[in-house]
């Protein structure tokens, strides 16, 4: 592809989030309105289409509180949204032709998961949690084609923005939260 997702970046771990990440945050938050969630990710498609990914590729708000409980670092929550919903996006471009109008918002929406990898790489590289670092190479993996499961482009990128907020809503001062 001309324009990718990230790939296995090596993404750092500072417990608060750096400028940047918040800034690219806001940017993403405001690409994943609901409407153009709705307009892009539902009205697009044919009625209950739905897109192949791993078991591990869908994120809920319920996986981050299961693993803040379980005393995973927000480093590392951030670390997994990261290559989660990235690998996300990636999963509904890769079904989509260069025709659909589908195409170049999640081109953008790469764009914007780019720019978050490279922010992410200007800090030294921490360890992350052994459960963080395993659901990530999960994520990677091309072998786990068994525990694949349908689900709707337009849920995938919801839990994507609900995470997100979970993660980035109070180290970024984001009014709402």
Not at 35 to 49: A, G, N, S, T, W
Request: overall charge positive; glycine content about 6%; hydrophobic content about 40%.
């Amino acid at each position: 592809l001309a324009f990718g997702c990230p790939g296995v970046l090596a993404v750092l771990g500072l417990e608060a989030a750096a400028p940047g990440e918040c800034e690219l945050t806001r940017l993403l938050q405001d690409k994943l309105q609901y409407e153009m969630r709705l307009q892009y990710m539902k009205h697009y498609f044919p009625i209950d289409y739905t897109v192949q990914v791993q078991y591990e590729e869908v994120l809920r708000p319920s996986n981050i509180t299961r693993l803040r409980n379980g005393t995973v670092s927000e480093a590392a929550l951030r670390y997994l949204w990261f290559h989660v919903s990235s690998q996300a996006v990636l999963r509904i471009r890769e079904v989509l032709p260069e025709k659909h109008p589908s195409w170049k918002y999640t081109q953008e929406l790469c764009q914007l998961f780019d720019a978050l990898g490279k922010e992410y790489s200007k800090y030294r590289q921490t360890d992350v949690e052994a459960v963080v670092a395993d659901l990530v190479k999960l994520v990677h993996s091309a072998g786990a084609e068994s525990r694949r499961k349908a689900v709707r482009p337009k849920a995938l990128l919801d839990n994507c923005l609900k995470v997100m907020r979970m993660l980035y809503g109070v180290p970024c001062e984001w009014g709402w939260t």
